[in-house]
Nanobody
Framework: QVRLVESGGGLVHPGGSLRLSCTAS??????IGWFRQAPGKEREGVSS????????TYADAVKGRFTMTRDNARNTVYLQMNSLKPEDTAVYYC????????????????????WGQGAQVTVSS
């Protein structure tokens, strides 16, 4: 059974940092992605990592501030979020692509098969 569990959300002041974790179990994955959804907005891709070689992709809105890494031994990926802004406030989800559907569109949430429960990130003073 495929299972993804996120942790690490919370409340942080603007300019602060948070690290999200996503532990995946039950299968091997082509890619793991982070997505977010703010109230009243469409879900959007934040970053993704290809598990075979660690290739990462970032949305323009987070480039230079967010870093996605992986620990294969722990089946865990991380999203280090620095210089957080109020507009980063959202529920963050990790998701898994099992079969490579995301190879040409690594931030397209429609290409990811399995989803975690989400972690709330709130950036506010």
């Amino acid at each position: 059974q495929v299972r993804l569990v996120e942790s690490g959300g919370g409340l942080v002041h603007p300019g602060g940092s948070l690290r999200l974790s996503c532990t995946a179990s039950g299968w091997s994955y082509y890619a793991i992605g982070w997505f977010r959804q703010a109230p009243g907005k469409e879900r959007e891709g934040v970053s993704s990592i290809r598990t075979s070689d660690g290739t990462t992709t970032y949305a323009d809105a987070v480039k230079g501030r967010f870093t996605m890494t992986r620990d294969n031994a722990r089946n865990t990926v991380y999203l280090q979020m620095n210089s957080l802004k109020p507009e980063d406030t959202a529920v963050y989800y990790c998701a898994a692509d099992l079969n490579g559907a995301s190879w040409n569109s690594p931030l397209d949430y429609g290409e990811f098969d399995y989803w975690g429960q989400g972690a709330q990130v709130t950036v506010s003073s």
